[in-house]
């Protein structure tokens, strides 16, 4: 079942908007979940962009290497083709016991189609399980963890969503910083 519009729903579903203190609230209640679930793994691989910040904090407390994988399946507002990177972007050997984090599942394509490229593409690989902070219903995947299941399926506006409106030109119109060298 694929995701609808907002839009689409009847009635209108209220889209959610999400503070960054709530952000990152919901990053420490995913760390507790995967911690009580006893579950031991040496790798965390965050799916970029929205897993980026998910993956680095849950590295930090877990004290595990973290690897990045580039995936795009959005262009704009609308849906389309997943892509992958070539390559996982790590410092270490791949783990064999995958912690995979996103920041949400959607439509779920993205988690579900990543699973068997990591597989092909790093055979030493013994188990994944998936984590996200918001797992919506019309997803055609289940995540091992999860802080928020979403049965009405609204849309969340992400603290970090402003920056996507911004340019380079408005931020230095927004700020006088001095062109000089600094005297160091």
């Known amino acids: 079942m694929a ?3 907002v839009l689409d729903q ?4 209220m889209p959610q908007y999400i503070s960054w ?3 990152h609230q919901k990053i420490e209640q995913l760390a507790v979940k995967i911690y009580q ?3 031991e793994f040496n790798q965390i691989v965050c799916l970029a962009r929205g897993g980026l910040r998910i993956g680095d904090i849950l590295s930090r407390i877990y004290k595990q290497p973290l690897a990045i994988l580039a995936t795009s399946s959005y262009s704009g507002d609308k849906r389309g083709t997943l892509s992958f990177s070539d390559h996982l972007t790590m410092t270490t050997n ?3 016991s995958i912690l995979l984090v996103d ?7 993205t988690l579900e189609q990543t699973l068997p490229w990591l597989k092909q593409h790093y055979t030493q690989i013994v188990e994944i399980r998936t984590a996200v902070l918001w797992y919506k219903a019309c ?3 289940v995540p091992d963890y999860y802080v928020d299941y979403l049965p009405d399926n609204p849309w969340i506006h992400q603290p970090f969503e402003h920056y996507e409106k911004m340019n380079p030109a408005e931020l230095a119109a927004t700020y006088s910083f001095s062109t000089q060298p600094s005297a160091n």
Do not use: Q
């Open 3 to 5: 995701c609808h519009s």
């Open 10 to 13: 009847n009635p209108p579903v």
């Open 21 to 23: 203190s709530d952000y």
């Open 37 to 39: 679930s006893k579950w």
């Open 94 to 96: 791949l783990g064999s």
């Open 103 to 109: 920041d949400l599942v959607d439509s779920g394509i």
């Open 139 to 141: 997803s055609v995947i």
